[in-house]
């Protein structure tokens, strides 16, 4: 199951990750984001330690959020490096994801 981060440990978790991240911005009251929850639960264990999947909950969070530029939930922002290198706005197919973390890993 993907981590759920705060801002407190964002930077340590994803902007030093050693592992390219992919990030999904979410809200407890949205529903496509509750089905988004078992599509990252297999990408985590499908791609193991070559990529880390962490959450950041935009209720609790609503500053870094912001930061990142979030208008709507889901959001999928993929950080290689400390970079942001790609986003998916809305409910994503799981084809879509991997498509992205393929080029990453």
């Known amino acids: 199951m993907a981590t759920r981060i705060s ?11 050693e592992t390219p991240v992919l990030t999904e911005f979410y809200s407890d009251s949205c529903i496509p ?8 639960s297999q990408i985590e264990s499908q791609y193991g330690d070559s990529l880390k999947v962490v959450k950041v909950n935009i209720n ?6 912001k930061e990142y530029g979030v208008l709507s ?3 999928v ?3 290689d490096k400390g970079e ?9 197919p799981k084809d879509s994801l991997t498509e ?3 080029t990453l890993v």
Do not use: H
Request: charge should be negative; proline fraction near 5%.
């Open 7 to 17: 801002s407190d440990d964002f930077e340590t978790q994803v902007l030093l990750s």
């Open 33 to 40: 984001c509750k089905r988004m929850s078992p599509l990252l």
């Open 60 to 65: 609790f969070d609503a500053d870094l959020a």
């Open 73 to 75: 939930v889901p959001t």
């Open 77 to 79: 922002v993929f950080f």
């Open 84 to 92: 942001e290198v790609e986003r998916l706005n809305g409910l994503q």
């Open 100 to 102: 992205i973390i393929d």
